[in-house]
């Protein structure tokens, strides 16, 4: 398999692909390159130049960090399904940081305080000036 910037479609795995899906799973398990790199012994700026399409792990690599993100290597390579586009191509990394975080802390309250969450959100959402 070719590594380069083409279409995936024309058999090239294109170099962002494998960067954003690490992002993505990181930032949806809401942990940080700091993370990644306690638990897999790669430098920080490494992880951000994959992230960002700078530089193409190894395989070896690939699957230091699957371990860490608790994912199989393969879903590097997988075809984007339709709710995976739906779910990650909305939402810039700022938002995806936001929601995780709202979901980490969020798992510790009960049931009535997440309604009360919920709606400070809604009541918020509705008075926000764009």
């Given at each position: 398999m070719k590594v380069n910037g083409g279409?995936?479609?024309n058999g090239f795995l294109p170099i962002m692909?494998?960067?954003t899906t690490i992002r993505t799973h990181r930032l949806q398990k809401g942990l940080s390159q700091g993370?990644?790199?306690k638990k897999t012994g790669l430098?920080?700026?490494y992880l951000s130049r994959v992230e960002n399409g700078h530089t193409v792990p190894s395989l070896d690599t690939l699957s230091k960090i699957a371990v860490a993100l608790d994912m199989s290597i393969s879903q590097f390579f997988?075809?984007?399904t339709p709710s995976h586009q739906f779910n990650t191509q909305r939402l810039t990394d700022e938002e995806l940081r936001f929601l995780t975080q709202i979901r980490r802390y969020s798992s510790n309250l009960n049931e009535s305080d997440r309604k009360l969450l919920l709606a400070m959100v809604?009541?918020?959402a509705?008075?926000?000036v764009r």
């Open positions: 279409s995936h479609r692909k494998i960067g993370d990644i790199e430098l920080r700026c997988a075809d984007d809604k009541k918020f509705a008075t926000a």
